[in-house]
């Protein structure tokens, strides 16, 4: 079945860095896009970053272009974020995300915390 396993998230003071990693099984990941969600205390879920299937093309919320940068390494069926310049507003729970054949499939996500 198919199954994405966030991991990376953590308590980071303003102005770290941090690198979210997303472990996908269960379908050929080199075929799908993907994305990455997050959804902040007493926030609406938002988009923060997709990548296409090859890498090729990627595209950013504006709240974290400059700041955030999305890759993937289809061997290892993995999707990354790496995250800069973090600010007390990214705190929330970051969530990678793929659709396959209309069914959307989410990992249980992991928080970050951007706190000094």
């Known amino acids: 079945q198919v199954q994405l396993v966030e991991s990376g998230g953590g308590l980071v003071q303003p102005g770290g860095s941090l690198r979210l990693s997303c472990a996908a099984s269960?379908?050929?990941?080199?075929?799908?896009?993907m994305t990455w969600y997050r959804q902040g205390p007493g926030k609406e879920r938002e988009l923060v970053a997709f990548?296409?299937?090859?890498?090729?093309?990627?595209n950013y919320a504006e709240s974290v272009k400059g700041r955030f940068t999305i890759s993937r390494d289809n061997a290892k069926n993995t999707v990354f974020l790496q995250m800069n310049s973090l600010k007390p507003e990214d705190t929330a729970v970051y969530c990678c995300?793929?659709?396959?054949?209309?069914?959307?499939?989410w990992g249980q996500g992991t928080q970050v915390t951007v706190s000094s």
């Open positions: 995300n793929v659709v396959l054949r209309g069914v959307r499939y």
């Open positions: 990548i296409s299937s090859s890498g090729g093309s990627t």
């Open positions: 269960g379908f050929t990941f080199s075929n799908y896009a």
